[in-house]
């Protein structure tokens, strides 16, 4: 089985996956980002910003060789150079923070999936975004922008087994829910021109 980085923790992880070096290397060490201040300054916030990766990502270079590229709720998003970017973030977990996540999301996105999708917005609330929302995003932007790489943060059986433990009733029905959204995603993909040539990897 694949063995995790050292922290074990979810940020340096996604990181690690799209760069292929240890957060050492590629600087993203914590989740939330470093705040010295006595105060917490920084209210608590994560490492949401694209710019803090040092080096190349699987996305920056796919995106450098003029191919399309699709970041949907992926960790340290904010800013990255792709084509399509709905980024995981949130502050305050207020409404206000809809706003502010569908601004740091590429332009139109937001208003195409919610013409077809009517209760899109109530699933993609910010910091609990449901696993369903993210693939919705996810069909939408590959009926239309067909990229070449799409990274998807499915991140409810992480959360489940945070909040209940690994081997809770809670984190199964979040494992099973996330097998019946990952087999959504398979169907779509499976009535897609470019599914013989796709590359379906889950870590």
Same mark, same amino acid.
């Given at each position: 089985?694949?063995?995790?980085?050292?922290?074990?923790?979810?940020?340096?992880?996604?990181?690690?996956?799209?760069?292929?070096?240890?957060?050492?290397?590629?600087?993203?060490?914590?989740?939330?980002?470093?705040?010295?201040?006595?105060?917490?300054?920084?209210?608590?916030?994560?490492?949401?910003?694209?710019?803090?990766?040092?080096?190349?990502?699987?996305?920056?270079?796919?995106?450098?060789?003029?191919?399309?590229?699709?970041?949907?709720?992926?960790?340290?998003?904010?800013?990255?150079?792709?084509?399509?970017?709905?980024?995981?973030?949130?502050?305050?977990?207020?409404?206000?923070?809809?706003?502010?996540?569908?601004?740091?999301?590429?332009?139109?996105?937001?208003?195409?999936?919610?013409?077809?999708?009517?209760?899109?917005?109530?699933?993609?609330?910010?910091?609990?975004?449901?696993?369903? $929302?993210? &693939?919705? #995003? =996810?069909?939408?932007?590959? +009926?239309?922008?067909?990229?070449? @790489?799409?990274?998807?943060?499915? !991140?409810?059986?992480?959360?489940?087994?945070?909040?209940?433990?690994?081997?809770?009733?809670?984190?199964? $029905?979040? &494992?099973? #829910? =996330?097998?019946?959204?990952? +087999?959504?995603?398979?169907?779509? @993909?499976?009535?897609?021109?470019? !599914?013989?040539?796709?590359?379906?990897?889950?870590?």
């Amino acid at each position: 089985g694949a063995l995790s980085v050292t922290p074990a923790v979810t940020y340096p992880a996604h990181t690690s996956m799209v760069t292929g070096k240890t957060p050492a290397h590629h600087g993203i060490t914590t989740n939330h980002a470093p705040d010295a201040s006595p105060d917490g300054v920084n209210k608590s916030g994560w490492r949401w910003y694209a710019e803090d990766i040092r080096g190349p990502t699987l996305w920056s270079l796919a995106h450098d060789a003029g191919l399309t590229t699709a970041l949907v709720t992926w960790p340290v998003t904010v800013g990255a150079d792709a084509t399509v970017r709905m980024p995981e973030y949130w502050r305050a977990r207020t409404p206000d923070d809809m706003k502010l996540l569908r601004a740091l999301t590429t332009p139109g996105i937001w208003d195409r999936i919610e013409r077809t999708t009517p209760d899109f917005l109530a699933r993609y609330q910010t910091a609990e975004v449901h696993d369903s $929302a993210s &693939i919705d #995003a =996810a069909l939408d932007i590959l +009926a239309h922008e067909a990229p070449a @790489l799409m990274l998807i943060h499915v !991140w409810q059986t992480d959360n489940a087994q945070h909040k209940y433990g690994p081997d809770s009733p809670e984190a199964m $029905a979040a &494992i099973t #829910a =996330a097998d019946q959204q990952v +087999a959504r995603l398979l169907g779509g @993909l499976q009535r897609m021109p470019a !599914w013989p040539r796709t590359a379906l990897v889950i870590a």
